[in-house]
């Protein structure tokens, strides 16, 4: 870039960032803080109700870990209080008889 | 942050009203006045218009500010209240221009050309000396078109920065603090953004030169 380029390139420059200084302020119109003010309410409703779906969200996981933790000690108990029955019942189920027979031989 | 923004708020109280009077309604729309809100887009619409009215062209500003009001509205709960709010809100609006113009570089809008009459014009430019006659040929059209054309060849953070560094005037630091960028970086795309301006105007004037021979 040759001097005389960039004194060219210099006025033009000039000239722009007067153009830039001198823009024209547009004006917004009478409804438009309505209209934002709406949006702001639609935002302030969408953040509300996704606060609520926030906290039903925590209390569905935490009803979950209870319930899950509920569901272990019940098998536990099933499992520790159920063994002799258990063994009974296998035998019962797999011991050949006849149900249905009658009362009286 | 709420409670972090109400202890830092009185310290402005007594040294400038406004600034406490702000940190008073961000505290009652954060409580859930909503409708207070209104109070500030009142009091700072004026400084909004005008940051976006030297980013994006005049008939997108209210587009554009109404969604600064709205995203400052959304992040009210990050403002600290340790710099003023209007200071606070120039940075929204910044980076809301900033999205706007990566939102249409993605749609990839075709730049107008430059006619004979814009290259006409920097032929008056050109032999324009007195400052008179460079504020006559700043109130042409051709003018304005032109800066649109050459900002139009430029990233969004290219064109974003050379406005508030190379237009506005803004120092590197607050063209940084306002980007939310670091300084280096700001630097850095001020230096290149300015010699992409000057290549670009550059070829336009040679291809004049050739035409002219």
Sequence with gaps: MTRRDNERIGKVARVLAEVHRARHEPSLGA???LRVMRAI????AGQGSLRTALRLDRLVWRTATVAAVLALVFTGSVLLYTTGDAVELTALMSSEFDATGSLVE | MYGQMAAECPGFMGVQTLVSDDCEIIRLVLDGEVDRFAELIA?????????TNRHVSSDRVAEVAHDV???AYTN???F???TPFEHWL???AVRTCYDFWRSRRREELPVSALTTEHQAWMDHVLVAESDDQFREQARRRE???LLHWALGHLSAENRLVLTLVHLDGYSVRDAAGLLGWSLINVKVRAYRARQMLKTLLLERMRQEDDTTR
């Design chain 2, 143 to 145: 003018a304005a078109e």
């Design chain 2, 80 to 82: 600290s209240g340790k």
């Design chain 2, 69 to 71: 009001f709205v995203r």
């Design chain 1, 41 to 44: 309410r639609l935002e302030a």
């Design chain 2, 90 to 92: 120039s940075g929204i």
């Design chain 1, 31 to 33: 409804d438009w803080s």
């Design chain 2, 43 to 51: 009091r700072y619409q004026q400084h909004v218009t005008k940051i």
């Design chain 2, 76 to 78: 009210l709960s990050s």
